[in-house]
Nanobody, 125 residues
Framework: HVQLVESGGGSVQDGGSLRLSCAAR????????MGWFHQAPGKEREGVAS????????NYASSVRGRFIISQDNAKNTVYLQMNDLKPEDTAVYYC???????????????????WGQGTQVTVS
């Protein structure tokens, strides 16, 4: 079992930056695929970015590629999402999640993930 805790959300202006953190309180994600997802009110949860293979492989949704960077620190058991040039359409609750079955092809599919954090709100205005 993996317990995930997100932090770093908040409110920023259009064009601003935030860095989200996801710490594994129990378990480890060295061998897992870690993902960041977001869910806006009335919309389905969508994959934003994923990282696997100890950090060697990353995937990004087209809407965030070039603006967001996912990374992980294995020593701290923490995954990060650096979000730059934020736009109002990025406003959502952001979740991190862990998967032991996601492949490179479906790493942004929420249904491939078993363990989820509680979410952190990001608001861009």
């Amino acid at each position: 079992h993996v317990q995930l805790v997100e932090s770093g959300g908040g409110s920023v202006q259009d064009g601003g930056s935030l860095r989200l953190s996801c710490a594994a309180r129990t378990g480890t994600f060295r061998s897992a695929c870690m993902g960041w997802f977001h869910q806006a009110p009335g919309k389905e949860r969508e994959g934003v970015a994923s990282i696997r293979d100890g950090g060697a492989t990353t995937n990004y949704a087209s809407s965030v590629r070039g603006r967001f960077i996912i990374s992980q620190d294995n020593a701290k058991n923490t995954v990060y999402l650096q979000m730059n040039d934020l736009k109002p359409e990025d406003t959502a609750v952001y979740y991190c999640a862990a998967s032991t079955i996601a492949s490179n092809e479906d790493a942004l599919s929420p249904d491939r993930y078993t363990y989820w954090g509680q979410g952190t709100q990001v608001t861009v205005s």
